[in-house]
């Protein structure tokens, strides 16, 4: 069975543009979490969605947003990067929300330059 | 508010030498959930165990132990003969069950190396 993929692996932009992150669940899924590893920092929660809805937001600015599609993949959108947005962002999903594992994909390592 | 703390930054052990790596937490909720996540220089996380905060019970994986103590809220996580595949960041997480819309808490994690 296919784990969380994400893709790009690797996307390097310049601040001030926009980066778009995609993430596929695991087949079966409905949840779909993003998380930002910044350097020093941990992970940090960021958002949750659920069968297309959003269920939950991290503490970040509104510049940080997403979606899920009927298929659940998901995107997550970035505006207006800025220096401190250079992160590995984390894709996992779950079957019921945050009773079960969270499968993690590998990973989309952002830097903005 | 919800809090993991995992104190030790980084641990270095010498192949074979047993190694347990801490975890205390912080919590309203007399529901919740404990989990611990190993992430391999690859940097995708492998889910290791989730605990519910009704299961005191310890567990133990092969060379994996999980040490789970309400008294202390500590999630103490050990591993027995250590090799150097075990180098990599583990961390530690709580999700409260009281919403149901509760994301995981991540500790800042604890970075081991394991060496030959």
């Known amino acids: 069975e296919a784990g969380v993929t994400q893709s790009p692996t690797h996307l390097i932009k310049t601040r001030g543009q926009q980066a778009t992150l995609r993430c596929s669940p695991i087949s079966g899924h409905t949840s779909v979490y993003w998380y930002q590893q910044a350097l020093g920092l941990g992970l940090q929660f960021l958002l949750w969605?659920?069968?297309?809805?959003?269920?939950n937001r991290g503490n970040f600015p509104p510049r940080f947003s997403g979606r899920q599609f009927p298929n659940y993949s998901s995107e997550l959108n970035v505006n207006a990067l800025e220096l401190e947005d250079s992160a590995l962002y984390l894709c996992?999903?779950?079957?019921?929300?945050?009773?079960?594992?969270?499968?993690f994909g590998p990973g989309t390592r952002l830097t903005v330059t | 508010a919800q809090k993991v703390t995992q104190a030790q930054t980084e641990i270095s052990v010498v192949e074979k030498e047993d190694v347990t790596l801490d975890c205390v937490y912080e919590?309203?909720?007399?529901?919740?959930?404990l989990f611990w996540y190993k992430q391999p220089p690859s940097g995708e996380l492998v889910f290791l165990i989730r605990?519910?905060?009704?299961?005191?019970q310890n567990e133990i994986s092969g060379r994996y132990s999980w040490n789970f103590q309400k008294s202390t809220s500590s999630f103490n996580f050990t591993i027995t003969a250590s090799q150097v595949v075990d180098s990599a960041v583990y961390f530690c997480?709580?999700?409260?069950?009281?919403?149901?819309?509760?994301?995981?808490?991540f500790g800042k994690g604890t970075r081991l190396s394991v060496i030959a």
């Open positions: 969605y659920d069968e297309g809805e959003e269920r």
């Open positions: 996992a999903s779950s079957l019921r929300g945050e009773r079960d594992e969270q499968y």
């Open positions: 919590t309203r909720d007399t529901t919740y959930y």
């Open positions: 997480a709580l999700s409260e069950v009281r919403s149901g819309n509760t994301p995981l808490v």
């Open positions: 605990r519910n905060s009704f299961d005191e």
